[in-house]
Nanobody, 121 residues
Framework: QVQLVESGGGLVQAGGSLRLSCAAS????????MAWFRQAPGKERELVAA???????NYADSVKGRFTISRIDVKKTVYLKMNSLKPEDTAVYYC???????????????WGQGTQVTVSS
């Protein structure tokens, strides 16, 4: 069982930056593929970025070049650094974990409770 707790969301002006963190419980964090998803009001949840246990990454086209996903296994934490934020990035951001997950998959086993990111214009 894995528990995920996100933090770092908030209100930021367009063009600004935020860093989200996701702290995980459990002894096998290093084996998990980790991902960030987001869901805006009235829209479906979408994959933002994913990172494998070996450090390979995948990004949604809408965030490539602006967002960076990273992980520190000894801290059992995954990060999402978001630069050049746009109003359309406004959403609840969720952390997810799974084993043997394709980097483009949306079928993760464990989910956090989400953190709100609001980008003002």
């Amino acid at each position: 069982q894995v528990q995920l707790v996100e933090s770092g969301g908030g209100l930021v002006q367009a063009g600004g930056s935020l860093r989200l963190s996701c702290a995980a419980s459990g002894r096998t964090f290093s084996r998990y593929t980790m991902a960030w998803f987001r869901q805006a009001p009235g829209k479906e949840r979408e994959l933002v970025a994913a990172i494998s246990s070996g450090g390979r990454t995948n990004y949604a086209d809408s965030v490539k070049g602006r967002f960076t996903i990273s992980r520190i296994d000894v801290k059992k934490t995954v990060y999402l650094k978001m630069n050049s934020l746009k109003p359309e990035d406004t959403a609840v951001y969720y952390c997810a974990a799974g084993i043997d997950i394709r980097l483009d998959s949306i079928d993760y086993d464990y989910w956090g409770q989400g953190t709100q990111v609001t980008v003002s214009s």
